[in-house]
């Protein structure tokens, strides 16, 4: 094992603290009350964009409240559904676990999906399908993925620390890396495997998602302009000079079946 890789496997397994010496969101409280955004009976807060069909045209179903109160995304079309408002400063927690479907042309590919924040600008406007946005990837093997859904322009940025060798075309997170801001295109989370493919139900050595069928907790705290990422509990990847830092919430449906049963929003603020 490489020095580095010995060095981000050290940090993996230390106290979020002992990672960032200058801390993550460090100085933060909640404030006000908890925005249930899910309330297991209808969509209300969101508004449904399906790429080809547009708003609130849904005729295959593709996100309903299910019997037990939870939103399935089906995957079968792709498109998202979109948060009503716009939000900033805030931690926005989702439970998810990945269903069984999936969907041409993905039927064996690694199940996706993905929470997007500080969604500005029109419906569509990335591949007919997103708003222009900052991403925490949820897919399989590479959920908290941070991914700038954008078209390149200067608006939308993020800054990670990074390894020094990229894994395929993409930077990976660390700690105690060095800056790279982009402008699209994605930065993995800090201990993706290096041997990642896009296969259905892939497994990586030190992933931190559960198997498909069970529950996941993904938390992203967005202060200011700065992002944290935590998966079950664990930092995954962290952001600064985040650009935008205010806008719509989107969930993807993006060839796989995906189920949430929580998702909600705490107002934050700096202390």
Known sequence: MKLFSLTILLSFLLPIQSIYSSGINKS?????????????????????????????????????????????ISGEEWGCITSEKEFENYKI????KWGEKSFAPREERARDSGLLIHSQGEDG???????????CNIIEGGTGDFI???????????????????QADAYQHHPYGSPVTIH???????????????????????DIENPAGE??????????DEISIFLNGRLVNHAVHVSPNRGRIQLQSEGAEILFRKIVLVPLSSE
Request: charged share 25%; hydrophobic share 40%.
């Open 215 to 224: 529950w996941n907790r993904l938390e992203c705290v967005a202060l200011g």
């Open 184 to 206: 699209r295109g994605r930065i993995n989370w800090a201990f993706r495997d290096p041997e990642w493919n896009s296969e259905k139900g892939f497994r990586g050595k030190y």
């Open 93 to 96: 927690i989702v439970e998810y």
């Open 28 to 72: 933060w409280k909640a404030i006000g009350d908890t925005i249930v955004l899910l309330n297991g009976h209808n969509l209300d807060n969101w508004y449904t964009f399906i790429k080809d069909r547009g708003v609130n045209n849904d005729p295959k179903q593709v996100f309903t409240i299910n019997e037990e109160g939870f939103l399935r």
């Open 125 to 135: 406007a990335y591949s007919g399908t997103w708003i222009y946005s900052i991403e």
């Open 148 to 166: 700038v859904v954008a078209d390149g322009r200067e608006e939308f940025a993020l800054t990670c620390l990074v390894a020094p060798e990229k």
